[in-house]
């Protein structure tokens, strides 16, 4: 008797572990739609604030015609005060720059404004002489610190860093924001938030209309790295999984966002050293790229999930060194293996 109930009960068993394994892997079932197409979609203040930086940038390269920096002006336009904006519905938006920075780089990125005002108008730069460099074709034109550093690309990518960078992975893709305890409308809008710091289409990549910022780059890097792809599907994704309570898959799609936007930024930075390398004895083009790429470099520190350590991205730094006018075509090599070593870019890292 004994013997004939042990695989009465194994097979018992057998059906209930396969039952437990068939419910956790059909879980949910809802469609992924194949655009980023939702009810109640609202981003409206990211899209301000992405048209607000670039309207400071503009400004700030008004710099190579000749004419002074207006730092108080470029102030205004990072808190939104006194209606600084061309477009007017950035004046009334009810929206700033200021309080969606990281709150350590506020003071860094006004320091980097107020430098550029302080030239007045602005002359002829050289090593040790701050002004308007003149790449080697005798059109493009930058404005240089003493130290060869671009004042608007200082601003724009603290910016792109600080603030679109930062709140994508580190603010509204977190469990505060987007977690399973989160009430669903709220869960929804913030996710929504995330995307819209992205600025792509709802279309994208079919459609890449309009390009903005973080975006803008990411798209530029995909057709090498597939970055941006991945991150317009795991935003679709992860948006119906909320609409379904799918968390797993949520918190699946976060980690592929944060991860194919850092990989992103960090391929642009390679893709800047190599026009750097390739311009070295250009140096108006060199410094514009290196420019480029050292504030890149310096944006990864915003996410806590970053596959670079913060020692690594010091090292980066490092290889750049104190004074554009005087870094080596080594010291270049030397970042650019580094970086592509940590994010996978080896194979592809001179197509870059």
């Known amino acids: 008797m004994k013997k004939l109930l042990l695989p009465i009960i194994a097979l018992g068993l057998a059906i209930t572990i396969q039952s437990c394994k068939k419910d956790k892997v059909d879980g949910p079932t809802y469609t992924v739609p194949t655009t980023y197409n939702f009810d109640s979609v609202d981003y409206s203040g990211q899209t301000y604030r992405l048209q607000m930086i670039s309207e400071l940038v503009t400004e700030i390269r008004k ?20 209606s600084p904006f061309v477009n007017s519905a950035l004046n009334t938006s009810g929206k700033q720059l200021k309080d969606k920075t990281f709150a ?8 980097w404004i107020t430098a550029a005002a302080a030239l007045g108008v602005p002359g002829s730069g050289s090593n040790g002489t701050a002004g308007i460099v003149i790449a080697n074709n005798g059109t493009s034109k930058y404005l240089l610190d003493a130290n060869g550093y671009e004042y608007k690309e200082a601003v724009e990518k603290h910016l792109q ?3 679109v960078y930062y709140q994508i992975t580190e603010v509204y893709l977190s469990n505060d924001k987007v977690g ?23 279309d994208y990549p079919t459609n890449k209309t309009g390009l903005l910022h973080v975006g803008k780059y990411a798209s530029d890097r995909d057709s090498i790295v597939g970055n941006a792809t991945k991150v317009m599907n795991a935003f679709i994704k992860g948006r119906a999984a909320i609409n379904s309570n799918d968390n797993e898959t949520v918190t699946e799609q976060i980690a592929i966002i944060r991860d194919n936007v850092e990989k992103g930024v960090a391929a642009t930075a390679v893709h800047y050293i190599n026009g750097a390398i390739r311009d070295i004895a250009n140096v108006g083009a060199c410094n514009h790229q290196l420019s480029e790429s050292y504030f890149l470099v310096k944006s990864l520190k915003y996410n806590s999930t970053k596959k670079v350590t ?3 991205i010091q090292t980066l730094l490092a290889y750049f060194g104190a004074n554009f006018y005087e870094v080596t075509v080594t010291d ?15 194979s592809y890292k001179d197509q870059l």
């Open 63 to 82: 710099g190579t015609t000749g004419v002074a920096v207006d730092g108080a002006k470029l102030l205004n336009m990072y808190t939104n005060t006194g």
């Open 104 to 111: 350590a780089d506020q003071a860094t990125i006004e320091a």
């Open 161 to 163: 860093g600080a603030l």
């Open 180 to 202: 399973s305890a989160v009430a669903l409308a709220d869960r929804q809008h913030h996710w929504d938030e995330a995307f819209g710091y992205f600025g792509v289409p709802t």
């Open 310 to 312: 913060d020692t690594q």
């Open 332 to 346: 270049l090599q030397a970042a650019k293996d580094l970086l592509s070593s940590i994010y996978g870019f080896d």
